[in-house]
């Protein structure tokens, strides 16, 4: 019974795996940690925490490589309390700031090779600091081998905040979205559950772990479901077909599957013994769906999720997976498609915003009331600012986003945060920042700027401007100079005429 459990998310998905030898990690070079190795080892980072003098409530922010320890560090977090902030590796020092300060993080755990700059936030900021490198060395791990390999719980309950996972925002600021551990625990078992998932499956995790996708749908359904994984650093297409023998599943973005399917090698043969192909993060195009299937004769189940509410719907196992729409509602999740003015609920068919209620939604932003009550409903329904229908069979179909926001990769671009840079820039009138599709990413960044009248922008100084600013992945693959933004009536730049407009750019490259 999960209502007598010392730490509900941490017994039904660590602690229950307590002296089970099987393996949990399947490493890149074939050797195995065993579920019972990975707990000693979360049992002594647990105390190393304590030790620091963290308690239960208090953030940890980890801005590492994705390695075992990396993933033990997050159970340490979920054994003792802590509260999770997992960030991407390619943030900046000046990014990392914003989220250290806003969450107001006890220690932060970072690569040896950030340390100096990462010093001085920390510093700064009256945090700890810690290194974790991705061979799993650092100060962290040394303090934890002087630990005892048990730990004892911290009682937590469902309620309990388990995570603080950031999300930028149209505005340009991010914020934290709280996630508890019901939020997560209950996900992860309506996912095993809908996904067949088993103690005998082998699911392929070449994911990033400091988001949703790789962490608590990846990881946290392996764990539910008592299976192993193979650990990949990241994705990468030798490594991928080299391991997917020993798999019976793997989960990705679509630039993994348009990856894969670039490579003759990836075949029928190649994917025989597999079981189950998810994607989500971004939409996959129907044409990837097709040419998936054709080729290996698996039918991708897509799915859709957010990082505010885990994941919402999914194709069905049995039955028609559909290619360009992301299937049903889980199971106890809600979900309604609204007028975006009047927030009331549209017939079956029409487009509008999308709308989640359930066990998965998150409990609120960090600190921030106001942004919560702009998008959590009183009545518990979360405005996603996706557009979508739902057809004439159930299936939800994503048509659009009614928030500007770019996903190249999988990663989410809030085009706001970028133009702030570039507004700020000499000969700079103004900027405005769109996503246009590519073959590889899905979609990329382009900026669009305006000169002051007599200056022509130094665009060398500009990107070298936006590298010092932002992590990699957010920099614009292009600039480009116009006379003037496009705008309506209102005064309202038109970014649908200007991604029109340069839609071609990278075709074809
Ligand atoms: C890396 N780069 C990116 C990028 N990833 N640029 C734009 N978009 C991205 N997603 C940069 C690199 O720094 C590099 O810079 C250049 O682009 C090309 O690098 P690459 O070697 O091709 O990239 P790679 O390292 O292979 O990474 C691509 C990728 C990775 C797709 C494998 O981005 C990835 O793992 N994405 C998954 C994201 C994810 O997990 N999202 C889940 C969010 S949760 P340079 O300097 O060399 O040009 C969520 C909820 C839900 O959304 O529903 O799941
Ligand atoms: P994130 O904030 O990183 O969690 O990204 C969540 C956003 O990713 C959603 O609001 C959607 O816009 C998008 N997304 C996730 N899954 C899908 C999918 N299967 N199809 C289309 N968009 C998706």
């Given amino acids: 019974m999960t209502s007598e459990m010392v730490n509900p ?8 795996h307590s002296g089970n030898a099987s393996p949990f990690l399947i490493l890149p070079d074939g050797s195995e940690v065993s579920y019972s190795a990975f707990l000693a080892q979360t049992a002594q980072i647990a105390g190393h925490l304590a030790a620091l003098g963290l308690n ?6 980890a801005q590492v490589a994705k390695s075992p320890e990396a993933l033990a560090l997050y159970a340490a977090c979920v054994q003792s309390g802590v509260v999770f902030l997992p960030l991407n590796t390619a943030y900046t020092a000046s990014e990392v700031t914003y989220f250290v300060e806003n969450s107001g993080a006890a220690l932060v755990v970072c690569d040896g090779g950030n340390l100096d700059a990462l010093t001085r936030v920390a510093e700064k900021l009256g945090a700890q600091i810690a290194t974790l490198n991705a061979d799993g060395t650092g100060s962290l791990m040394d303090g934890a081998a002087n630990q005892s390999a048990t730990f004892a719980t911290a009682h937590r309950s469902r309620d309990d905040l388990a995570a603080l996972l950031y999300t930028s925002g149209t505005t340009g600021r991010s914020k934290g979205a ?12 309506v996912l095993v559950d809908e996904w067949r998932f088993t103690d005998a499956d082998v699911l392929l995790n ?3 772990i400091f988001h949703t996708h790789g962490l608590f749908v990846a ?19 030798d490594t991928v077909l080299a391991h997917l023998p020993r798999a019976t599943s793997m989960m990705g973005v679509p630039t993994f599957y348009t990856r894969l399917l670039d490579d003759a090698r990836f075949d029928r043969a190649a994917t025989q013994h597999m ?8 939409p996959l195009l129907a044409e990837t769906h097709d040419t998936f299937r054709a080729r290996t004769g698996h039918a991708i189940l897509e799915r859709y999720g957010m990082t505010e509410t885990n994941m919402n719907t999914s194709n069905p196992y049995d039955g028609d997976r559909r290619a360009g729409t992301v299937g049903f509602p889980l199971p106890g999740v809600d979900l309604k498609i609204c007028d975006p003015a009047t927030g009331s609920e549209l017939p079956q068919g029409e487009v509008g915003q999308i709308e989640v209620r359930g066990p998965n939604v998150f409990m609120g932003y960090w600190q921030m009331p106001e942004k919560t009550a702009e998008e959590l409903r009183s009545d518990g329904f979360f405005i996603t600012g996706d557009l979508g229908l739902i057809d004439d069979q159930g299936y939800v179909q994503i048509v659009g986003r009614g928030k500007d926001l770019i996903i190249s990769g999988g990663y989410n671009i809030y085009p706001k945060e970028i133009e702030l840079i570039l507004d700020e820039q000499p000969g700079v009138l103004e900027s405005a920042v769109i996503g246009v599709p590519h073959p590889d990413f899905g979609e990329t960044v382009v900026g669009v700027l305006v000169a002051e009248p007599g200056r022509a922008p130094d665009e060398d100084a500009i990107m ?12 614009p693959r292009k600039l480009i100079v116009l006379d003037e933004l496009p705008r309506n009536t209102m005064g309202k730049v ?7 407009r340069f839609g071609d750019l990278f075709n074809g490259s």
Wanted: charged share 20%; hydrophobic share 50%.
């Fill in 464 to 475: 070298a401007a936006a590298a010092g600013a932002l992590a990699r992945f957010k920099h």
């Fill in 206 to 208: 070449a994911l990033p």
């Fill in 178 to 189: 709280m996630l508890s551990q019901d939020n997560l625990l209950s996900n992860a078992e």
């Fill in 494 to 500: 038109q970014k649908n005429i200007l991604r029109e």
């Fill in 56 to 61: 239960p409530g208090d953030r940890l922010a």
């Fill in 9 to 16: 998310l941490y017994d039904t998905l660590f602690g229950r």
């Fill in 219 to 237: 990881s946290n359904v392996t764990l539910a479901a008592g299976g192993a994984m193979i650990f990949l650093p990241k994705f990468d297409v």
């Fill in 275 to 282: 079981r189950l192909f998810t994607s989500g993060s971004a």
